[in-house]
């Protein structure tokens, strides 16, 4: 793919990532005003004085008209001041510095996991379809699809930790400090987070491959008397390609988002974490960093994806 064809894809997409940044922010900050309860009365303690409470409004400019305070926070976010906490008056781009690489680390070892596992999975049963081993990895795949994660965490807690003694239960090591007891921390998150993934790309894969193995132009390279396994790796998955990587975007897309029960299961100090403390606390400018990041992070995975479509598919305009 030439240059300037790569530069008019990630132009274009940088264009479409603008209204979406704007009305995802928009509507999680005009959600955090429908909260019950008024935070400055909370930050202005008990018995405090409606003079006190006035003047903590006034401070934070929590008595500026809606569009003005959001109108005003976009603007500070998009030069990269996401202004500071309610609670603690940490900086909000500090405690996102601190909390996004236990989550990404998380994320991450959960995409590796699902598909180490999914993609031999898959093919497996694609090859031999209506066979035990089609039926096996079908039923795997309905079971990984079916149980909720955080129950799945609970009990590799109970097994792996109370009852063996093999991996910490809860917490997190920053993987600058310890790499291998960061990896340790992990490694149950992740696969408890991974255990709907690799069901995922399983059941995606094998069916695409289906699709393709079944097909005229197969049954074709069946008759010039090529060898079935020379068929299936470099026809079969080269032209599923495309569709396994919109899984995987997706896919790492919704394992972010399940970061927040995963964290709360394991006790982990990340980005679910930090957005659940501020939205109890109506702690408004952590929420808002916190998805202000977490879109910028799914932007750039879409506009990373797209660039790989084009790669992968020169007919993908």
């Avoid at 029960?261 to 006790?267: D, N, Q, S």
Wanted: charged fraction near 15%; proline fraction near 4%.
């Amino acid at each position: 793919m030439s240059q300037s064809r790569k530069g008019s894809i990630i132009v274009r997409r940088l264009l479409q990532a603008v209204p979406v940044i704007v009305l995802s922010t928009f509507i999680v900050f005009g959600l955090l005003k429908l909260v019950p309860g008024d935070v400055a009365v909370t930050l202005a303690g008990d018995n405090a004085s409606d003079a006190r409470i006035a003047e903590i409004r006034h401070i934070y400019g929590l008595d500026r008209p809606f569009l003005v305070q959001y109108g005003s926070w976009l603007w500070k976010a998009v030069h990269g001041d996401l202004s500071s906490s309610l609670v603690s008056s940490e900086s909000v781009l500090s405690s996102i510095e601190r909390c996004l690489p236990h989550t990404m680390l998380i994320v991450v070892l959960a995409m590796l996991l699902a598909l180490a596992i999914g993609i031999p999975l898959g093919i497996a049963a694609a090859s031999r379809p209506g066979s035990w081993t089609d039926s096996f990895v079908m039923t795997i795949a309905s079971l990984g699809v079916a149980i909720p994660n955080f129950w799945l965490g609970m009990l590799m807690v109970a097994f792996f930790s109370l009852d063996l003694n093999w991996l910490p239960a809860t917490g997190a090591t920053p993987i600058s400090e310890d790499f291998w007891d960061a990896i340790r921390h992990a490694i149950l998150p992740a696969c408890a987070l991974a255990a709907g993934g690799v069901a995922e790309v399983a059941r995606q894969l094998r069916s695409s491959l289906v699709e393709i193995l079944s097909s005229q132009q197969v049954r074709t390279l069946h008759a010039k008397g090529l060898r079935p396994s020379s068929i299936l790796w470099r026809h079969g998955l080269k032209n599923v390609s495309v569709n396994l990587l919109t899984v995987i975007s997706l896919l790492f897309n919704r394992m972010l988002a399940a970061t927040v029960v995963i964290e709360a299961v394991f006790a982990i100090p990340g980005m679910g974490n930090l957005i659940v403390n501020g939205a109890i606390h109506r702690d408004f400018p952590v929420v808002q960093g916190v998805v202000f990041t977490m879109v910028l992070i799914v932007v750039a995975l879409n506009l990373l994806t797209d660039v790989l479509y084009s790669i992968l598919d020169p007919r993908i305009s």
